[in-house]
């Protein structure tokens, strides 16, 4: 069983910079692939970002130039730095693990709410 536990959502000024955290524990896992989804009210899940173990990463075409994913596999932990935030950013964010063994678990998930 993989627990996600996320951090660093909250209130930004549109074209301010937030940086979400997630970290996985457990044990008899490994992690293929971690990321990002976000979902408004009323709307579905959407990816917002994601890494593959060996590096590869992808985006969501609305946030690239403005938000970045990293990842520790030593700490088995994700982040997503989002820069020049936008009102349309405005969501529950969630982090996401896809295993080798081919199952997924998801966070709790975080507020990100970009208004003045």
């Known amino acids: 069983q993989v627990q996600l536990v996320e951090s660093g959502g909250g209130l930004v000024p549109p074209g301010g910079s937030l940086r979400l955290s997630c970290a996985a524990s457990g044990s008899g896992f490994n992690i293929k692939t971690m990321g990002w989804y976000r979902q408004e009210p009323g709307k579905q899940r959407e990816l917002v970002a994601a890494?593959?173990?060996?590096?590869?990463?992808n985006y969501r075409d609305s946030v690239k130039g403005r938000f970045t994913i990293s990842r520790d596999n030593a700490k088995n932990s994700v982040y997503l730095q989002m820069n020049s935030l936008k009102p349309e950013d405005t969501a529950v964010y969630y982090c996401?693990?896809?295993?080798?063994?081919?199952?997924?678990?998801w966070g709790q998930g975080t507020q990100v709410t970009v208004s003045s």
């Open positions: 996401y693990a896809f295993t080798f063994a081919s199952r997924d678990y």
């Open positions: 890494t593959i173990s060996g590096g590869s990463t």
